[in-house]
């Protein structure tokens, strides 16, 4: 079965690797600059998406925000699901939320208030909508 060919722009970069250096992957320099937390693991009866919604997140927080992006870009790049409009984009970040083992508002939730991940984000959606031609560093459309 072939996959439609989707370009990658310029520098032929692999859907996962780094946007700066293709041969690492994508999320790397982030994952290696973030702090060690040093939380307890307490019971916690809340809904995941409160419990994602932390001040401040580790490396396993972040590490579960730069695998959805990962995974994203692979489903955008073999078209399936069709990432051809918004609709589409939104419904591979979904998939690849759900791949990790997130919803997607726990996904939401983890990315909020962490710019470097929304600044990873941004990069990720800005070349998926290069491919269908829309306006580059828009917010994934809610709902």
């Given at each position: 079965?072939?996959?439609?060919?989707?370009?990658q722009?310029?520098?032929?970069?692999?859907?996962?690797r780094?946007?700066?250096?293709?041969?690492?992957?994508?999320?790397?320099?982030?994952?290696?600059?973030?702090?060690?937390?040093?939380?307890?693991?307490?019971?916690?009866?809340?809904?995941?998406?409160?419990?994602?919604?932390?001040?401040?997140?580790?490396?396993?927080?972040?590490?579960?925000?730069?695998?959805?992006?990962?995974?994203?870009?692979?489903?955008?790049?073999?078209?399936?699901?069709?990432a051809?409009?918004?609709?589409?984009?939104?419904?591979?970040?979904e998939?690849?939320?759900?791949?990790?083992?997130?919803?997607?508002?726990?996904?939401?939730?983890?990315?909020?208030?962490?710019?470097?991940?929304?600044?990873?984000?941004?990069?990720?959606?800005?070349?998926?909508?290069?491919?269908f031609?829309?306006?580059?560093?828009?917010?994934?459309?809610?709902?």
């Amino acid at each position: 079965m072939s996959h439609p060919a989707v370009p990658q722009g310029q520098d032929n970069r692999k859907p996962g690797r780094s946007f700066d250096d293709p041969a690492k992957p994508l999320g790397e320099d982030i994952l290696d600059r973030t702090p060690q937390l040093n939380t307890e693991a307490n019971e916690d009866f809340r809904p995941r998406e409160a419990q994602a919604d932390m001040p401040e997140n580790g490396i396993a927080e972040r590490a579960k925000v730069i695998s959805v992006f990962r995974k994203a870009e692979e489903f955008i790049a073999t078209g399936n699901p069709p990432a051809n409009d918004e609709a589409g984009l939104r419904r591979c970040f979904e998939l690849a939320a759900g791949r990790v083992g997130l919803t997607f508002p726990e996904y939401e939730a983890l990315l909020k208030g962490d710019a470097e991940l929304q600044a990873l984000e941004a990069k990720v959606l800005d070349a998926a909508r290069a491919n269908f031609g829309h306006e580059p560093s828009e917010p994934l459309p809610t709902g």
